[in-house]
Structure formats: structure tokens, C-alpha cells
């Protein structure tokens, strides 16, 4: 059965939505002008960025870099709608929540009706804010948070816990979080610490305790360049490892913040071919093997992996992965379902996926996507393979990654 493209070329990446994203909420505090090089221009940012411009934050736009103006006028009232983009759904309710005397309302998407919000409403309502919420909107009413001490669930998303640090300089007393259960998407949780670090926010980190000292308050850099987005270089670096030719993508100048960066590890595991240069990064092809891992700390790439390990000479097992169900899709159903469609046999038990190598050449499918981003782009490279797939929703890959078809073609030509 045929397994292996015929592609070749080299990918220039936006830079990453999630270190973007954190980037916008700290600028909310600073009282200069930030230069931001490498932006992005995906839907997830623009959610984000057409909400903070209802608070009042001006942003101005050139081809390669954003110049953010201070927050001066705060708009005490208002209301925002934020489709699909569970960062900025968390990030923003704690912002406005931590601004005293604002009385917002935030609509939201279907999709983010169903993702979970209630551990981080309870906590800021501890705090000292006040928010009413039904199921699609919430009520949220600002104030001066107290901090203090709270035990706050980990073991659902790292955003929680990213929205409540990045309003550090907002806290009357000293900010203690006790985190329950293990920490998921833990190193997005360190790349938030980092970011806060670089402007000069003091974070302590230590088993299940985190500590920040009030008072604080964020440095004026005057600029700060966004490195590539990994998360969507890994669906690159995947069809690089079908690949026989080396496929590359742009790569940053210091070692990475992002959690996805470390896929490289991953597929060099499985015994692809990976060359990391001054400036780019190219993987190829060779015998794909089946491994055992956990994707606890690189939940997103979950998807490209169960793709790649079709392809691999022998079975594959991803453990802990039981929070994929409470993402933009239950990826986890979504896989098993929409794989199983192209003849693929895996299972799901105890917190672990197995997916044994493809051994037939699917018919004409039409996969379900479910509106998410994640799904779309790892069945892509089923596509590409089988051209006789059909995938719904393609062009929601905007959410993260608004060049992705485009890329793909010039891949091909």
C-alpha cells in the first residue's frame, strides 16, 4: 500500500497564536507603546484583538509587525462575542474581571458553549468579582481581586490557571493557587510563567503550588518578536515524514517556548528523518515505527499523530489523553470514529489509544470534522495520500492556521 508523498518545498509560519494571545493581555497593562514582530493573523487572534478593541485598545498594523498603544481610556461597559477561541473566552473573562468598575457581557459560540468555564468563574467570584452566566453568555462585573489562597482544579485546562497569572499586577494581597489533580498541557502553563518572566513578573512554580507576590508590575519592552507557530509547523513536519524529500519551515533563532516544538522528538522517535538548522527545519522520510507515549503536555498534536502511526510498521499507544474530550471537539470520539470510516482499527481504554497500522486503501469517505481545526488538518494529510477522502469544513483552519490549504498547495506544485 502506498505510504509515502511526493513533496518538497519550504513553509514560512506565522508567529504562534498561543504565545500572541498571552502577549495581548500583558500589553493591556504596560504604559508604552509594544512593538510586536511576526503577528498573526489568524481568526483566533482576530477574536481576540476585535475584543480588546472594545475595552479601547488601539493596535496599529503593518505587513510584518503590530504596534500596541496603551490601554489610557478603558471603556467601563460593553459587550463582546467571541466564536470559538477557548483562550480568548479565558483569558479575556479574567481580564475584564480584574478591571474594576466595568460591567460586560460576553457572548459566546456554540462550540465554546460546551467547553468548560466554571472552575475559573468560581475563583474570580472569590476574588471579588461579580459573574452571573448562563449557558451561552456570561455577566461579569470588575473589581480590585483580592488573590489569597485557592485550590483550583488542573487536570481540565492549563488556561485556567494561564488567566488567572497573566493578571498578576491586578491583586490586592498575594496570589497562592493549590492546583488538584495533574496538571494537563503543563508546559503551556511554563510558557505562560516565561512570558510573564520576560516582562519582569516574579512567578514561583513548584510541584502543585504557584505563588506570585503583589505589587508587581509588567516592564515597557519596547518590542518582542514572536517565534513560528510549531502547532501548525507539526501538520509540515508530518507530511515531511511521509515525505520522500525533505519539506522545511521556517525556525526561530532560540530554543522554543511552545510545547509543539517538541513533536520533533516524536518523529524522530518513529524514525523520521529531522535537520535542524541556523534558520530552518526540515524533516523527510523514512520506516516509520509504532511507539508508546504520553501526549498529556502535547494534547493538540494527538490528531497528527494517530495519522502518522496508520502509516508506522507497527502499532502505536498514546497515554493520557482523557482531557482531548473537553477541546473544540471530543477529539477523542472524533478519532475513533472518523478513522474507523477509512478502515482503520483503534481503540480507546484507561486513558489510552491504540491504533494499529492501516492495512487497506479506503473507498470513497467523507470525513467529519466537527469544526475543528485540529481534526482538519491532521485528516489533510490523509487527503493528500488518498485523494479519494473528502474532509468537511475545511476552511476552518483559519481558527489557527489561515494559510494551511495554500501552503499545502504550493507543497504539491
Known amino acids: 500500500m502506498k505510504n509515502y508523498l511526493?513533496?518538497?518545498?519550504?513553509?514560512?509560519?506565522?508567529?504562534?497564536?498561543?504565545i500572541l494571545?498571552?502577549?495581548?493581555?500583558?500589553?493591556?497593562?504596560?504604559e508604552?507603546?509594544?512593538?510586536?514582530?511576526?503577528?498573526?493573523n489568524c481568526s483566533d487572534i482576530s477574536t481576540m484583538l476585535n475584543n480588546l478593541s472594545k475595552l479601547g485598545l488601539n493596535v496599529e498594523k503593518k505587513e510584518l509587525s503590530w504596534n500596541v498603544l496603551p490601554l489610557r481610556n478603558i471603556r467601563k461597559?460593553?459587550?463582546m462575542f467571541i466564536s470559538d477561541s477557548g483562550s480568548a473566552w479565558r483569558f479575556l473573562t479574567a481580564r475584564l474581571a480584574s478591571i474594576p468598575r466595568t460591567a460586560y457581557t460576553i457572548e459566546v459560540s456554540e462550540q465554546l458553549q460546551k467547553?468548560?468555564?466554571?472552575?475559573?468563574?468560581?475563583?474570580?467570584?472569590k476574588m471579588g468579582a461579580v459573574i452571573k452566566y448562563s449557558?451561552?453568555?456570561a455577566k461579569i462585573k470588575g473589581a480590585n481581586l483580592k488573590g489569597g489562597v485557592h485550590d483550583l482544579l488542573a487536570d481540565i485546562s492549563s488556561q485556567f490557571l494561564s488567566s488567572l497569572l497573566l493578571i498578576a499586577p491586578s491583586y490586592k494581597i498575594d496570589l497562592e493557587l493549590f492546583l488538584d489533580g495533574n496538571i494537563v498541557s503543563r508546559p503551556y502553563l511554563e510558557m505562560t510563567i516565561k512570558i510573564m518572566q520576560e516582562f519582569g513578573i516574579i512567578v514561583d512554580f513548584s510541584g502543585n503550588r504557584i505563588f506570585i507576590q503583589k505589587g508587581q508590575s509588567y516592564n515597557n519592552l519596547k518590542e518582542y518578536t514572536i517565534e513560528p507557530d510549531y502547532s501548525s509547523a507539526c501538520y509540515i513536519w508530518a507530511l515531511g515524514a511521509l515525505s520522500r524529500s525533505e519539506i522545511y519551515t521556517?525556525?526561530?533563532?532560540?530554543?522554543?517556548?511552545?510545547?509543539?516544538?517538541?513533536?520533533?522528538?516524536?518523529?524522530?522517535?518513529?524514525?523520521?528523518?529531522?535537520?535542524?538548522?541556523?534558520?530552518?527545519?526540515?524533516?523527510?522520510?523514512?520506516?516509520?515505527?509504532?511507539?508508546?507515549?504520553?501526549?498529556?503536555?502535547?494534547?493538540?498534536?494527538?490528531?497528527?499523530?494517530?495519522?502518522?502511526?496508520?502509516?508506522?510498521?507497527?502499532?502505536?499507544r498514546i497515554l493520557n489523553i482523557g482531557h482531548l474530550k473537553y477541546k473544540e471537539s471530543d477529539r477523542i470520539n472524533g478519532l475513533i470514529t472518523q478513522l474507523?470510516?477509512?478502515?482503520?482499527?483503534?481503540?480507546?481504554?484507561?486513558?489510552?489509544?491504540?491504533?494499529?497500522?492501516?492495512?487497506?486503501?479506503?473507498?470513497d469517505v467523507i470525513l467529519e470534522t466537527y469544526r475543528d481545526h485540529r481534526l482538519i488538518m491532521a485528516f489533510y494529510i490523509l487527503k493528500l495520500i488518498f485523494p479519494q477522502i473528502n474532509i468537511k469544513n475545511s476552511t476552518f483552519t483559519e481558527k489557527s492556521y489561515p494559510n494551511f490549504l495554500n501552503d499545502i498547495r504550493s507543497l504539491i506544485s
Do not use: H
Not at 21 to 30: E, K, M, Q
Not at 32 to 40: A, F, R, Y
Open 21 to 30: 494571545n498571552r502577549i495581548l493581555i500583558i500589553a493591556t497593562f504596560l
Open 250 to 316: 521556517n525556525k526561530g533563532n532560540s530554543s522554543s517556548v511552545q510545547p509543539d516544538y517538541k513533536f520533533l522528538d516524536i518523529l524522530q522517535t518513529m524514525g523520521a528523518n529531522v535537520k535542524i538548522e541556523s534558520n530552518k527545519i526540515g524533516v523527510c522520510r523514512k520506516i516509520l515505527k509504532g511507539i508508546t507515549i504520553d501526549m498529556q503536555a502535547m494534547p493538540d498534536q494527538v490528531p497528527t499523530l494517530a495519522v502518522l502511526a496508520l502509516f508506522a510498521n507497527s502499532k502505536t
Open 340 to 363: 474507523s470510516e477509512i478502515g482503520a482499527k483503534l481503540t480507546y481504554e484507561n486513558d489510552v489509544m491504540t491504533i494499529k497500522p492501516l492495512d487497506t486503501i479506503p473507498g
Open 115 to 125: 467547553r468548560p468555564m466554571k472552575p475559573l468563574w468560581d475563583i474570580l467570584s
Open 32 to 40: 508604552e507603546p509594544l512593538k510586536i514582530m511576526n503577528p498573526s
Open 6 to 18: 511526493q513533496l518538497s518545498g519550504q513553509i514560512s509560519l506565522e508567529g504562534s497564536k498561543s
Open 77 to 79: 461597559q460593553g459587550s
Open 135 to 137: 449557558e451561552s453568555k
